[in-house]
């Protein structure tokens, strides 16, 4: 279902619909920054999608350096919270100009920011919903009511 217009600036994709799109548009040209999240989450598609992404992303640096791109190459940004960074980093080196030895590497091309945790209360219907969107909307409620503080975070089946 396509929900996007020229003027769409962010765009929520699985990889799988990103690989279709790559298949259409080899060079992913309407897009200048692709963001990868939960990377360390390996399957063939998100496999697949990194090859590509590495492959385009070079190309794109290399028609740069020689005068034939007028637009930016492709930026990359992959995000996980268990990623194997020395991994990841020697797997994009060779095809893009990702300089330095070692540590250098690490400490220029990645942020690593520390993890928190919060305390959690997961809240289950006991019998199951006809309207699961009105039961959910009088939970979200009545926590809201009744709790003195904090945030609510729903998950919903797709549609």
Request: hydrophobic content about 40%; some cysteine.
């Amino acid at each position: 279902e396509k929900r996007t217009s020229p003027a769409t600036k962010i765009k929520f994709l699985t990889d799988g619909m990103l690989l279709r799109e790559a298949i259409i548009d080899p060079m992913l040209t309407k897009y200048r920054v692709i963001v990868i999240d939960e990377a360390h989450e390996r399957t063939v598609n998100s496999d697949v999608l990194l090859a590509i992404l590495k492959d385009i992303a070079a190309r794109g640096e290399r028609e740069c350096k020689e005068g034939q791109r007028s637009i930016p190459a492709l930026k990359l940004v992959v995000m996980s919270a268990t990623l194997d960074l020395p991994k990841f980093i020697s797997y994009f080196q060779p095809a893009l100009s990702l300089k330095g030895e070692g540590g250098d590497l690490m400490q220029r091309y990645s942020v690593k920011v520390e993890g928190r945790t919060f305390p959690i209360a997961i809240l289950n219907t006991q019998t199951p919903q006809q309207d699961y969107l009105s039961a959910v909307e009088k939970i979200v409620l009545q926590v809201y009511l009744f709790e003195e503080e904090g945030d609510i975070l729903v998950f919903l089946t797709g549609q």
